[in-house]
């Protein structure tokens, strides 16, 4: 089975903290991508990555960055975290080709005080 | 904004009772997939779609892509209390990696 592990489930922050959100794969998929998950807005798309270095800003990349040095691990990055950014953050990843199924992680809510 | 639209946002049925959630985008879309997530979970790939027209069926759950490519439904029969979560639908669009997801539809099932 697919494993896609993020790093915290819970986590809370101040305004203004630089926040790293970790999200590994194990299944050498090529695509990886960042979601935030908000009541009444359903998924929306933060940033993705479909090779090694490569990334594309999704719908809402505005104070978020991403890393993708490796080709299992993404990483989400709050510059200066603000209170507008407290969500539940989902990263799911996809093997990449015909095949687009998306496997996504447990999620990590983080709340920004 | 938001292209994905999803309704209705919250259903309530009976076991037993038929259920339907309906998706509309407003650009055409290459294909579409629906997720389930159950309370306090992540979503889970039910099935994608791809062609114009498509029917697919998995036991009590049927999925249709229409034919515009603009729209798709989920229709379940017969509800039971283990279909209770919510319902998303992810289209993907054309000569792009990206999936936008739409709002999504609750079910709660009273037993």
């Known amino acids: 089975d697919v494993k896609v592990t993020q790093s915290s489930r819970y986590l809370v922050k101040r305004t203004g903290e630089k926040v790293f959100l970790e999200c590994v794969q194990d299944m050498d998929h090529e695509n990886m991508f960042w979601y935030r998950q908000d009541p009444g807005l359903g998924l929306r798309l933060i940033y993705f990555s479909y090779d090694v270095k490569m990334k594309e800003k999704g719908d809402i990349p505005e104070g978020y960055s991403v890393s993708r040095e490796k080709k299992e691990r993404f990483s989400l990055i709050l510059e200066s975290a603000s209170t507008n950014q407290t969500s539940m953050y989902l990263c799911a990843s996809s093997l990449g080709g015909t095949n687009e199924k998306l496997f996504f992680g447990s999620g990590t809510q983080l709340s920004v005080l | 904004g938001q292209q994905v639209m999803q309704i209705p946002q919250y259903q309530h049925v009976q076991e037993g009772e038929d259920f339907t959630t309906y998706c509309n985008s407003s650009?055409?879309?290459?294909?579409i997939q629906w997720y389930k997530q159950r309370p306090g979970g992540h979503p889970v790939f039910l099935i994608q779609l791809v062609k114009s027209g498509e029917v697919k069926k998995q036991k009590r759950l049927t999925f249709q892509f229409g034919e515009a490519k603009k729209n798709s439904s989920l229709h379940i029969t017969a509800t039971q209390t283990t279909d209770v979560g919510t319902y998303f639908c992810a289209g993907r669009r054309t000569g792009t990696y990206k999936y936008i997801f739409g709002t999504g539809t609750r079910l709660k099932v009273l037993a």
């Open positions: 650009t055409t879309l290459s294909n």
